[in-house]
């Protein structure tokens, strides 16, 4: 079930202070309530008969892609080259009562959609793939936004995992390939590793929340990644991300804040990678984070294509 708005206390601890400095918090809360209903069952193939169109925001990225520590980072973990990221808006009316898979199957088969995600993929993003033609089923999973801050990592110091050092120093491991992914550190190796001695760390549910998802994608990297040493260049990275793509409203009543942004990750079309991905890979990635108050949809590719293919 993909989750209604979640609050995020407010903390003496340091850093859920920081939640504010991390996500974009607005003033007011818009009324969202049927679009909650809307996105919360999963179901099967949609039977809904729910029309959504879809109209391409230009640009709606640029200015985190072009920022220095982004585009550096993103270069440097070789995700400049697969990271597809866009922006839409929808129009149509939220039935509380439908299928959250008419909306996204409307999505991935709305021509607008089709031709932005076909020109993303042009130029240095020429060996990702696009969604064409018309889809019947999505396979997708419902991703959590609780976790607001990065003091949901700060597990990873303590003395029973300890995968990072106090000074965010990545601790090493012998190398280790996962589906074309060198794990060199144990972060990634509690990423990429199912059977990783730091496993327990985080629950199936932590799992789940679109925080884990972007750092394991950021610290995975591409194919060719050149792994940091410290997780702080990975932090700045995804506190800017996470703002270009969540919206949280002030809780007044909790004393902190809570994302009316729902994030669902997208695992295939018609049973197949093929209009996702260019190949089929464990590390392959593809989101969408619907903020239904303001009616906007964001897409989320990144294909991982193994260098010894």
């Known amino acids: 079930v993909l989750p209604a708005p979640v609050r995020a206390s407010a903390s003496p601890d340091r850093s859920s202070a920081r939640a504010m400095e991390i996500v974009r918090v607005e003033r007011e809360e818009p009324d969202d309530t049927a679009a909650s209903e809307l996105l919360g069952p ?20 640029d200015q985190w892609r072009a920022a220095q ?18 922006k839409f808006r929808f129009a ?4 509380p009562h439908a299928s959250p898979e008419s909306l996204m199957l409307d999505f991935f088969n709305d021509a607008a959609v089709q031709s932005a995600l076909a020109t993303a993929t042009t130029g240095p993003r020429q060996t990702m793939a696009s969604p064409h033609g018309r ?13 607001l801050d990065f003091h949901f990592f700060a597990r990873l110091k303590s003395a029973e995992f300890n995968v990072l050092a106090d000074s965010g120093y990545l601790r090493k491991c012998m190398d280790e390939i ?23 760390a985080f629950s199936e549910d932590e799992r789940h929340e679109l925080l884990w998802v972007l750092l394991r994608l950021l610290t995975t ?32 009543d909790a004393g902190g804040v809570r ?24 590390n392959n990635i593809c989101l969408l984070v619907f903020t239904p108050a303001h009616r906007t949809v964001s897409f989320l590719s990144s294909g991982f294509v193994p260098f010894f293919s």
């Open 42 to 61: 999963v179901s099967s193939p949609a039977q809904d008969a729910v029309s959504f169109s879809f109209t391409h925001v230009p640009g709606a990225f």
């Open 69 to 86: 520590e982004t585009a550096d980072g993103l270069s440097k973990w070789g995700l400049d080259r697969t990271l597809v990221l866009e």
């Open 178 to 200: 996962y589906d074309g992914a060198t794990a060199c550190n144990l972060l990634m190796d509690l990423f990429l590793n199912e059977e990783s001695e730091n496993g327990s």
């Open 221 to 252: 990297g591409g194919p060719l990644s050149q792994p940091e040493e410290n997780v702080q260049p990975y932090y700045n990275v995804l506190r800017s991300f996470l703002r270009a793509l969540l919206h949280v409203v002030r809780d007044p």
């Open 135 to 147: 889809f019947q089923r999505i396979d997708f999973e419902p991703l959590r936004t609780r976790a």
């Open 259 to 282: 994302s009316i942004s729902r994030a669902v990750r997208v695992n295939s079309l018609d049973g197949s990678h093929v209009g996702l991905f260019p190949v089929d890979n464990s």
């Open 92 to 95: 149509g009316t939220l039935d």
